[in-house]
């Protein structure tokens, strides 16, 4: 069964430092996620990805975090300079056309 | 999207039946519900969904009741791995690009031995 992969699966970095998390949605999808859960919170939204652009973005996702498609597979996010709040876990998701998205097992950053 | 209410936890003997309740009083004619879980630090998992009539899959079945009120999902004989929070989310029939699935809560479903 096709699936979402992410990289890595946990990293740590020092507070100020830039972070790449990485995704491969699955192949025919069409529309790209990003959601954060900070450990014992809600699953947040953070952008939506669709055409090579973001359609839609949460309050989250402020200047400090970017998103890029930079060839036909490859998926990610960046952080340009990390605090301590941003310690969470990030989970990519993809859909088709259709109804159904599908969820990444994650990558857990930790900030210190 | 229309809001829904889950109780925050249950609990079921393993190999019961499990029966997950949803609200969503103010649903519309073009939602559909949608049921995913989230095994602990995993991210979250498609269940199922539907419209008006009951869905079955491999994993669960969904009841929505006539007057798509409120619905049930089920997970026949619960297991030890089934153990997970349950989402239940109210999405148009179609959003296109714009459609962004919001997480509640959910109900935090613990399976005992």
């Known amino acids: ?112 | 999207d229309a809001k829904t209410t889950q109780p925050p936890s249950m609990d079921c003997a393993e190999g019961r039946a499990a029966n997950l309740p949803c609200n969503h009083s103010t649903i519309s004619g073009n939602e559909y519900v949608y049921w995913y879980r989230q095994i602990h630090s995993q991210g979250p998992q498609y269940i199922i969904h539907g419209l008006k009539n009951n869905e079955t899959n491999e994993m669960a079945s969904l009841i929505i009741t006539e007057d798509r009120k409120s619905s049930t999902l089920i997970l026949p004989h619960a297991t030890l791995r089934d153990t997970a929070v349950y989402y239940c989310i109210v999405r148009l029939l179609w959003a296109g690009g714009s459609y962004i699935p919001t997480f509640g809560r959910g109900t935090s479903l613990i399976v005992h031995p």
């Open chain 1, 1 to 112: 069964e096709p699936e979402v992969t992410q990289t890595p699966s946990h990293q740590v970095t020092q507070m100020g430092q830039e972070v790449i998390l990485r995704c491969v949605p699955i192949s025919n999808h069409l529309y790209f996620y990003w959601y954060r859960q900070i450990l014992g919170q809600k699953v947040e939204f953070l952008v939506s990805f669709y055409n090579n652009e973001i359609s839609e973005k949460s309050e989250i996702f402020d200047d400090q975090f970017s998103v890029e498609r930079p060839d036909g597979s490859n998926f990610t996010l960046k952080i340009r300079s990390t605090k301590l709040e941003d310690s969470a876990m990030y989970f990519c998701a993809s859909r088709s056309d259709g109804n159904t998205i599908y969820f990444g097992e994650g990558s857990w950053l930790t900030v210190v």
